[in-house]
């Protein structure tokens, strides 16, 4: 690291702390040539590579933006919101790897989703996995109504959900 006063190629970490929920490095230094202070950050860098081949890097706020219009008019509040997108994150850093398929970020977002809201799921389920007729939305609902925990018999109230 390069001191930005004097240019001198070492220095001496002073004290470090996490910041961003642990997902950075906050450094301050000090230049033994010129004695002054200066602060540094680390992260770890995380590329999405989209269909198209372009890369950009990962953002916690696009995922944020594409659950929100998933879950428009839904009984979801914010801060269900920036937990489900910070799970996404985690899920995809957990990999290890430094770049990731937009397919991977999408299906991180799947389960997560479905826990929060069934109705959202489907909606980003109908388009990330590109549904085209009622035949896909009706495997969904068969694969939901499969897994759901407390599924009553048919013709019964179900005990999943109170609509109080």
């Given amino acids: 690291m390069h001191c930005p006063f004097c240019r001198n190629t070492d ?9 961003d929920d642990g ?7 000090l230049c033994p040539e010129c004695g002054r202070r200066f602060t540094t950050t680390e992260s770890s860098s ?33 801060d269900a919101l920036a937990l489900l997108a910070q799970q996404v994150e985690e ?7 430094a770049e ?8 991180a977002v799947l389960a997560p989703l479905r826990a929060l809201d069934e109705v959202a799921y489907l909606r980003f ?20 109504r499969l897994d759901e925990p407390t599924a009553a018999p048919p013709g019964e109230p179900s005990l999943a959900r109170t609509t109080d």
Avoid at 23 to 29: D, E, F, G, H, S
């Fill in 11 to 19: 220095s001496r970490v002073v004290d470090s702390r996490l910041v």
């Fill in 23 to 29: 997902l950075v490095i906050r450094r301050r230094r």
């Fill in 46 to 78: 995380l590329t999405v590579i989209k269909r198209s081949g372009v890369t950009e890097p990962f953002s916690r706020t696009k995922v944020l933006v594409g659950v929100r219009k998933a879950c428009q008019g839904r009984p979801v509040d914010e």
């Fill in 91 to 97: 899920a995809v850093r957990s990999t290890g790897q």
């Fill in 100 to 107: 990731i398929d937009a397919h991977e970020v999408g299906l």
């Fill in 125 to 144: 389920a109908s388009v990330y996995q590109n549904f085209e007729t009622l035949e896909d939305f009706e495997a969904a609902i068969a694969l939901l």
